[in-house]
C-alpha cells in the first residue's frame, strides 16, 4: 500500500519591509544613526516645549556663564551662555530645527529636480544627454563650498539664497545616479515588454523605469542631508547663510569666533551638535546602502 501523499507546506509569504527591516538591524552603526537623527528630529519637532528658554531671551547678569558642571555655572543653564546672555542649549535645540529643515529642504529640490533631469537625460538619450552630463561635470570639476560662496555672493547673504547655492552643488550627484540606473533598467525585458504593448514615454518612465530607481536614491538622499547641513553650516559661519540673530549650527559658530580662548562651550556645543548629526546621518547612509543594495546584503 502506498504511503498517503501530503501536501507541501504552504510557502510563507514574502515581507520586504521585514527584510529589509533584518539587514539594516544588523548594521549596529546604522541603528545607532537612526536614534540619533530620531532623537535630533524628535528636539526639533519639540523645540518649543523641550528648551529651557526661548532662543533670543537675553540675559544681561548672565553673559559668558560656563556650564552647570563648571565654577560659576547655574542649572538654570545647563550648556552655558553666550556673550550676550542667551542659553546655549535652548539655541541648539530650535537650531536643530533650523539645520534640518535646510538639510531635508535642499535634498528634496534636489532629487526631484536631479531625477527629472538624469531620467529624461537616460531615457531619451542623443545630444540633451552629452550636454546635461558636460554641465554636471563642469559643476563637479568645482569645489563645492567655492562653488557655494561664489553663488551665494552673486544672490546675496541669506537662508534661502544658501539653500539654493547648496541645491546647485549637490544636484550633479542625482543626476548622474538616476541616469545610470535609467541606463540600466530600459533594457530590461519588463521594459521592452510595455513599450511593445503600446505604453508611452511617460508610462515607460515615471511608471516602469523610475520606481526601480529608487533604492540608490534614498541611499543619496540619506547621505545628501548631512553634506547640506555642512554645508549651510560652513555659509552661515562664513556670514553668507543664515543671519543674525538665528539659532542656526553654523551662525552660531560664527558668533563665537572671538570667544574660543575664554568660553570653549559657546563653540564646543555647536560644533558637536553638527559632528554628531552629520555622523549619524552618514552611519544612516550607509545602513540603508547595505539593506537596499542586494550585492552587499549580508
Same mark, same amino acid.
Given at each position: 500500500?502506498?504511503?498517503?501523499?501530503?501536501?507541501?507546506?504552504?510557502?510563507?509569504?514574502?515581507?520586504?519591509?521585514?527584510?529589509? !527591516?533584518?539587514?539594516?538591524?544588523?548594521?549596529?552603526?546604522?541603528?545607532? &544613526?537612526?536614534?540619533?537623527?530620531?532623537?535630533?528630529?524628535?528636539?526639533?519637532? #519639540?523645540?518649543?516645549?523641550?528648551?529651557?528658554?526661548?532662543?533670543?531671551?537675553?540675559?544681561?547678569?548672565? /553673559?559668558?556663564?560656563?556650564?552647570?558642571?563648571?565654577?560659576?555655572?547655574?542649572?538654570?543653564?545647563?550648556?552655558?551662555?553666550?556673550?550676550?546672555?542667551?542659553?546655549?542649549?535652548?539655541?541648539?535645540?530650535?537650531?536643530?530645527? #533650523?539645520?534640518?529643515?535646510? &538639510?531635508?529642504?535642499?535634498?528634496?529640490?534636489?532629487?526631484?529636480?536631479? @531625477?527629472?533631469?538624469?531620467?529624461?537625460?537616460?531615457?531619451?538619450?542623443?545630444?540633451?544627454?552629452?550636454?546635461? #552630463?558636460?554641465?554636471?561635470?563642469?559643476?563637479? @570639476?568645482?569645489?563645492?563650498?567655492?562653488?557655494?560662496?561664489?553663488?551665494?555672493?552673486?544672490?546675496?547673504?541669506?537662508?534661502?539664497?544658501?539653500?539654493?547655492?547648496?541645491?546647485?552643488?549637490?544636484?550633479?550627484?542625482?543626476? *548622474?545616479?538616476?541616469?545610470?540606473?535609467?541606463?540600466?533598467?530600459?533594457?530590461?525585458?519588463?521594459?521592452?515588454?510595455?513599450?511593445?504593448?503600446?505604453?508611452?514615454?511617460?508610462?515607460?518612465?515615471?511608471?516602469?523605469? %523610475?520606481?526601480?530607481?529608487?533604492?540608490?536614491?534614498?541611499?543619496?538622499?540619506?547621505?545628501?542631508?548631512?553634506?547640506?547641513?555642512?554645508?549651510?553650516?560652513?555659509?552661515?559661519?562664513?556670514?553668507?547663510?543664515?543671519?543674525?540673530?538665528?539659532?542656526? !549650527?553654523?551662525?552660531? #559658530?560664527?558668533?563665537?569666533?572671538? /570667544?574660543?580662548?575664554?568660553?570653549? !562651550?559657546?563653540?564646543?556645543?555647536?560644533?558637536?551638535?553638527?559632528?554628531? @548629526?552629520?555622523?549619524?546621518?552618514? %552611519?544612516?547612509?550607509?545602513?540603508?546602502?547595505?539593506?537596499?543594495?542586494?550585492?552587499?546584503? *549580508?
Amino acid at each position: 500500500m502506498s504511503p498517503i501523499a501530503t501536501a507541501p507546506p504552504d510557502t510563507p509569504p514574502a515581507r520586504p519591509l521585514r527584510e529589509f !527591516w533584518d539587514d539594516f538591524s544588523a548594521n549596529r552603526g546604522a541603528l545607532i &544613526g537612526l536614534v540619533i537623527v530620531l532623537l535630533v528630529l524628535l528636539a526639533a519637532l #519639540l523645540a518649543p516645549v523641550v528648551s529651557p528658554h526661548p532662543p533670543d531671551l537675553t540675559n544681561k547678569d548672565m /553673559f559668558l556663564k560656563p556650564p552647570f558642571w563648571q565654577a560659576g555655572g547655574s542649572i538654570h543653564y545647563p550648556l552655558g551662555t553666550d556673550a550676550i546672555g542667551r542659553d546655549i542649549l535652548s539655541r541648539l535645540i530650535h537650531g536643530a530645527r #533650523l539645520s534640518l529643515s535646510i &538639510g531635508i529642504a535642499v535634498v528634496a529640490l534636489s532629487v526631484v529636480l536631479g @531625477t527629472a533631469l538624469g531620467l529624461a537625460a537616460g531615457y531619451f538619450r542623443g545630444l540633451f544627454e552629452v550636454a546635461l #552630463l558636460r554641465l554636471m561635470d563642469i559643476i563637479l @570639476t568645482l569645489p563645492s563650498l567655492l562653488l557655494a560662496i561664489v553663488i551665494v555672493a552673486i544672490l546675496g547673504p541669506g537662508l534661502m539664497n544658501a539653500m539654493l547655492a547648496v541645491s546647485v552643488v549637490v544636484l550633479p550627484h542625482y543626476v *548622474r545616479i538616476t541616469r545610470a540606473a535609467v541606463l540600466a533598467e530600459a533594457s530590461r525585458d519588463y521594459v521592452t515588454a510595455a513599450r511593445m504593448s503600446g505604453a508611452g514615454h511617460l508610462r515607460l518612465m515615471f511608471k516602469e523605469i %523610475l520606481p526601480n530607481c529608487l533604492a540608490p536614491l534614498i541611499v543619496q538622499a540619506s547621505l545628501g542631508i548631512s553634506t547640506a547641513i555642512l554645508d549651510a553650516a560652513a555659509l552661515g559661519f562664513l556670514g553668507l547663510g543664515a543671519q543674525p540673530p538665528a539659532s542656526e !549650527w553654523g551662525t552660531m #559658530l560664527a558668533d563665537a569666533r572671538e /570667544f574660543v580662548m575664554r568660553a570653549w !562651550w559657546v563653540v564646543t556645543f555647536p560644533g558637536l551638535a553638527i559632528l554628531v @548629526t552629520v555622523l549619524a546621518f552618514n %552611519l544612516l547612509g550607509d545602513g540603508l546602502r547595505d539593506a537596499l543594495d542586494p550585492k552587499l546584503k *549580508r
